[in-house]
């Protein structure tokens, strides 16, 4: 029988798309320790293991250059690579990095991309080991694949929170998706009068946290100093809400969240009342924060309690208990996993 049926890819989401593929692929090396499904691919490599992943970015889907220099988008190219290897609890070593070119493109700014990704490359300590080059039609592809190293009980996967576990987020969050709402307005008021120069002073920090975004290393190696492994981990790249998601379908499990504990810069806040968004709407689901979301067995909060740059915002609960946010108000309402739509 003809099969004419078509499907929107819309109508299952990016992740519900990654689910279908992932239900046609069959591993077959008994090396392949993880595959599909976390942060990173996990490959058993004598005494120790490799993490793998791998973004792709875009021009004109995730980054402007009317407003992102070369430089900056090569260095976070880098930094979303080496967030998903921490957020296995491993140390990134390895980049490969592949770029599609247009012929807009002059060796000038391929040297201002890589500048970008050296500098990277020298922040986080990772050698560029290879990559692949090749034409585009519609401007710059960038693919970086990240590998990275550690020991098989230093790894924190999505699946291995339990009930009563604390929930840590690290930094502040919402600041990259106000920072892009300004961006963006910024050029719409530059595109209708040229003469107009965006006055960006007041908004360095938001606009930085969306054109150079820092992976948090500083946290890993902090946690491994201080004895801790993560019960989970998982990077916030989504925003919030939807990694909470993945981290209690993974381990099966529900969460309870407090409003008042959700870690929110001041000019986050002030910008986004600015924008008439709501603060806390663009804590749960803003995107590209590249914090680290992570849960921790209650015997060592002791260990990270006065760490000036980790957060307790909750709790792990059984799944039957759902996912809920406790209002300033002492309210609870379901927490909503909007996410990113790409589709
Ligand atoms: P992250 O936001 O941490 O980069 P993603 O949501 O992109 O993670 O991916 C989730 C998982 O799905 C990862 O294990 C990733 O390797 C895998 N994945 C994503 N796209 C594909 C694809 N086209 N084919 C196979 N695996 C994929
Ligand atoms: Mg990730």
Redesign the pocket.
Known sequence: MENNKRTEIGELG??G??DH??KS?KIKNSSTF????????VIEAGNHVKVV???LLLEGVHFDLSYAPLQHVGFKAVA?NV??VA?MNAIPKQITVSIALSNRFSVEAVDALYAGINAAAEHYGVDVIGGDTTASRSGLVISITAIGEAKKEELSYRYGAKVNDIICATGDLGGALVGLQILEREKQVFMANPDMKPDLDKYTYVTGRQLKPDARMDIIHELRELGVVPTSM??I??GLASELF?ICKASNLGVTIYEDKLPIDKQTFDTAVELNMDPITCVLNGGEDYELLFTIDQKDFKKLEKHADIHFIGHTTKPEDGKNLVTKSGTVVELKAQGWKHF
């Open positions: 990016e992740f798309l990654i593929l992932n692929v993880k595959g599909i499904g976390d942060d990173a691919a992943t791998t973004d979303v967030s998903d957020a998982i990077d790249s989504d993945h």
